[in-house]
């Protein structure tokens, strides 16, 4: 059988991601990896988990172990109404007004689902997280993508783009914002309270919706927070994206859709199609976590323990690199990422065959692009790998920057 001639033009297109190519690499033995935005697993609660888990299988059987509805479990929504306040001081949230999702990666999906066509327009930020645009692809939008900056997305460009957009008589077909404006994927920075609420003027301006993900906003290690986009435009204006996969654990695979009831109606209709439900079992185990414990709390050890992490990463390239000019970095107030730029002539994929011989992995700038186009940045997740290996790893990334220099 043919298969090219039998598969779908989603199909067709369908592509194994850049990152999962790269990441193949890092399992060899001796290799350092910045690669994977993968959470340490230490700050798993694993011992808490398996005593809900035995417990919530044995006494709640009837419950967990079989189907779910579509909106997910309530008692879940209770504790995530209480979650939301704390966390964001959102408040008014009903349980119309919430999805549970088989990770924040489906509530993407999802949303493309509902708003994307082949003649929509996506406005995404430059870097973009990659699930995010490989989300997105599978009804073929079109993107406009809109440069970071150190303070979050450039909302002058932003505004020239819109109004471009507008005079061209395009605007009616941007579906969305799509922004991660707390310790973005890949690039590190936050949005500045300034430019949140320039965004949402535009926004308002144009009538235009802005999706805003956030799965890492509750692991700030330094700096205040600043109020999410939903607290302060609301459902009106705003989706929020949430995820338990960072602060929780990524197995539990549970994500959320907050939002206006019309819109989260929408997105459990296009759940039902896809899953039917997300897993009763895991609904529960994080519902019965959240009761008994204060995940703030919780979460602390994780925090420090990243914001080590961090440190010795950041300290690491100011004693290696600052002596290349044009090198320069983020330095995240939270999250998992550093996000590095060399200098003009570089290119971080073309590098990465030295960075294989060298057995160091990171995700060449391209990956974050919708266009594939060359990029001069690179990913660094100081997560995973322990202090020294993140010292040493730095020093490869060196020599492999030196030794690419040279050619
Ligand atoms: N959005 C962003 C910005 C992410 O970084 C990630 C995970 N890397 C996700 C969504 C998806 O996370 P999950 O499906 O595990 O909730």
Not at 188 to 209: F, H
Not at 285 to 298: K, V
Request: net charge negative; glycine share 6%; aromatic share 10%.
């Amino acid at each position: 059988m043919d298969l090219e001639s039998k598969l779908s033009e989603i199909g067709k297109n369908l592509r194994s991601s850049l990152i999962r190519e790269l990441l193949k690499y890092a399992s060899v033995p001796g290799s350092i990896s910045f690669g994977g935005g993968v959470p340490d697993p230490e700050t798993f609660p694993r011992h808490e988990l398996a005593e809900i888990a035995k417990e919530v299988i044995e006494k709640d059987y009837k419950y967990t172990l079989q189907y779910n509805t579509t909106e997910g479990d309530d008692e879940l929504a209770k504790q995530m109404v209480k979650l939301l306040e704390k966390a964001y001081g959102i408040t008014g949230i009903e349980r119309e007004n919430l999805l549970f999702t088989t990770g924040s990666q489906q509530a993407l999906d999802l949303i493309a689902r509902i708003f994307l066509d082949k003649d929509s327009i996506c406005i995404a930020e430059f870097p973009v997280y990659l699930g995010a645009a490989s989300a997105f692809r599978i009804n073929f939008p079109k993107f406009e993508t809109i440069p970071l900056q150190d303070d979050g997305m450039d909302v002058d460009y932003l505004e020239k783009k819109l109004k471009e957009l507008d005079e061209k008589g395009l605007v009616n077909q941007v579906k969305f914002i799509y922004t991660v404006p707390t310790f973005h994927n890949p690039a590190g920075v936050t949005m500045s309270l300034e430019k949140r609420k320039r965004l949402i003027e535009l926004a308002e301006k144009y009538d235009i919706l802005i999706l805003e993900d956030d799965p890492y906003g509750m692991l700030r290690f330094e700096g205040e927070n600043l109020p999410s986009l939903y607290k302060l435009a609301g459902p009106d204006r705003v989706v929020l994206l949430n995820t338990f996969s960072k602060i929780l654990t990524p197995g539990l695979r549970l994500g959320i859709i907050i939002g206006r009831a019309d819109i989260v109606r929408k997105a459990t209709l296009a759940k039902q199609a896809a899953d039917l439900c997300s897993p009763s079992l895991n609904q529960r185990i994080a519902a019965r976590y959240l009761e008994r414990y204060d995940l703030f709390e919780q979460l602390k050890p994780g925090i420090e323990l990243y914001r080590k992490k961090k440190n010795t990463m950041i300290k690491a390239l100011e004693e290696n690199f600052s002596d290349i000019p044009g090198a320069k970095w983020v330095n995240p107030q939270g999250g998992l990422f550093v996000w590095m730029t060399l200098p003009e002539g570089f290119d971080t994929m073309d590098m990465f065959e030295i960075a294989k011989e060298k057995k160091i992995y990171y995700i060449p700038g391209q990956a974050f692009t919708v266009d594939d186009s060359v990029s001069t940045s690179m990913r660094l997740s100081f997560c995973l790998p322990p202090e020294e290996k993140i010292i040493e790893g730095v020093k490869r990334l060196k020599e492999v920057v030196v030794e690419y220099g040279k050619k």
